[in-house]
């Protein structure tokens, strides 16, 4: 699999892309070439174009969630015209109207609206998407520390329900040295996701981990001292935090694991 980040908060000095508070992740497995969220704004299309990475080849679109940093960029694809006959994968919570603190924070597309346009299959089970990729679906919550927050409204034909991002979910790549885990948020915390990926996937290895992680502390809480702790009984060999992860936290992770820097451009391979 090669993953090269399309979207991130991070910019590299000396590539000249452009960053924004977002995540897009462009995925080339041997039989589909996937992406993975489509970051806020047009960026994943101007930045794909500069590390030539031909857009129209994407017949997959997986979304981690529904908050518009993953999810804004659909709009931008759709006026280039490229949705139209995709396949979109997501949980069916993805397309809810969200909003908090009076602001709408959803997707920009309704469910309806996209099934005009694309595909749409929206899951709460596993299901494969290539050779070696799969979908996770809705987390479990197995962990204590990471009980499930609230972030603003959900709506939906009249309904109104405190959103919990229950949708929020994560790709898996299965490979020879164990399990890739590809995050968007990590809303649904992301002990919680390793350990699913690793019950559906049959494979206790963690070779990596890329995407946010949703550790936004200043200082050291239990719950960042029990991820770590946890990360460290894992044995994970690559950690890639990023989006969601704020430089003290990192800072402490690195302490215990050594983790790498994410920025767009950035590629990684795994086999
Ligand atoms: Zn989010
Ligand atoms: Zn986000």
Same mark, same amino acid.
């Given at each position: 699999?090669?993953?090269? $980040?399309? $979207? ?14 977002? $995540?897009s992740?462009y995925i080339?497995?041997t ?8 970051g806020?704004?047009? %960026?994943?299309?101007?930045? @794909?174009?500069?590390?030539h990475?031909e857009?129209t080849? #994407?017949?997959?679109?997986v979304?981690?969630? *529904?908050h518009?940093?993953?999810t804004r960029g659909?709009?931008?694809m &759709?006026? =280039?015209?490229?949705?139209? *006959? ?6 069916p ?5 969200k909003e908090?603190?009076g602001?709408?924070?959803?997707a920009?597309f !309704? =469910?309806?609206?996209l099934c005009?346009?694309?595909?749409l299959t ?6 494969? %998407?290539s050779?070696h990729?799969?979908?996770?679906a809705?987390?479990p919550?197995?962990? @204590?520390?990471e009980?499930r ?12 329900q405190?959103?919990? #991002?229950?949708?929020?979910s ?10 890739t885990?590809?995050?968007?948020? !990590? ?18 290895r %963690?070779? *990596? ?15 960042l &001292? ?7 009984k894992?044995?994970i ?5 990023c989006?969601c #992860?704020?430089?003290? @936290?990192?800072?402490y992770?690195?302490?215990? %694991?050594p983790?790498?820097t #994410? ?6 391979? $795994?086999?």
């Open positions: 699999m090669k993953l090269t $980040v399309l $979207v991130d908060n991070y910019t590299n000095i000396d590539e000249y892309y452009l960053g924004e508070p977002g $995540v992740y080339e497995d039989d589909a070439t996937v992406l993975f969220d489509t806020y704004s047009d %960026i994943l299309l101007r930045n @794909a174009e500069a590390l990475k857009m080849r #994407v017949s997959k679109i979304i981690s969630h *529904g518009d940093d993953h659909l709009k931008f &759709q006026q =280039e015209g490229l949705l139209t *006959g995709k396949e979109i994968i997501a949980h919570d993805t397309f809810w109207k908090s603190d602001l709408s924070i959803g920009p !309704s =469910e309806e609206e005009k346009i694309t595909k929206l899951v709460r089970e596993p299901i494969k %998407i050779e990729l799969t979908y996770l809705e987390i919550q197995v962990n @204590a520390f009980k927050k609230i972030i603003g409204k959900m709506r939906k034909n009249g309904v109104e405190d959103d919990y #991002v229950k949708e929020d994560a790709l898996v790549y299965k490979g020879t040295r164990g399990l885990i590809i995050t968007g948020c !990590s809303h649904s915390g992301i002990c919680n996701i390793i350990e699913y990926a690793k019950k559906v996937c049959g494979d206790d %963690i070779e *990596g981990i890329i995407g946010g992680f949703h550790l936004l502390e200043t200082t050291m809480t239990p719950r &001292q029990e991820t770590i702790a946890y990360f460290q894992n044995h060999q690559n950690l890639s935090p989006h #992860v704020s430089f003290e @936290a990192k800072a992770i690195h302490q215990a %694991i983790i790498h #994410v920025g767009v451009g950035m590629q990684m391979e $795994v086999i």
